[in-house]
């Protein structure tokens, strides 16, 4: 069955920069999709998160489990990034190889 995953677009090169900055941390059924990103950091945060690094397709390249405060994470190839509460990866079953609805193809 699947899970459903609300998601929020950082659309703009502003947004995309605040990323998650300064917010409370997601619902474990909300996320936050950075298009034409291959690269995050953490800094400054207070919380650890995971980040999915999409294809254009959809596709899960690679996921950075539980990302702490303070680092830095990048697929290249990747083409957006969703980032979701520490084990939201897990818990919607995103994993290299996985490929997200449809609503998300053509990311890219």
């Known amino acids: 069955m699947a899970r459903v995953l609300h998601v ?3 659309a703009g ?3 995309r920069a605040r990323g998650l900055l300064l ?3 997601l619902a474990p059924n909300e ?3 950075l298009p034409g990103c291959a690269s995050v950091h953490t800094f400054g945060m207070r919380y650890a998160i995971d980040v999915v690094f999409l294809d ?8 950075a489990r539980s990302l702490r405060p303070w680092r830095i994470a990048s697929q290249p ?3 957006a990034v969703l980032e979701l509460s520490a084990g939201g ?3 919607h079953q995103l994993y290299p190889g ?7 193809s053509g990311i890219g």
Do not use: K, S
């Open 31 to 33: 996320a936050l999709l």
């Open 98 to 104: 996985a490929v997200l609805d449809a609503a998300l």
């Open 89 to 91: 990866a897990a818990a």
């Open 13 to 15: 090169f502003v947004q």
């Open 8 to 10: 929020r677009i950082a």
């Open 56 to 63: 254009p397709l959809g596709r899960v390249l690679h996921v």
């Open 77 to 79: 190839g990747a083409a």
């Open 23 to 25: 917010r409370p941390p």
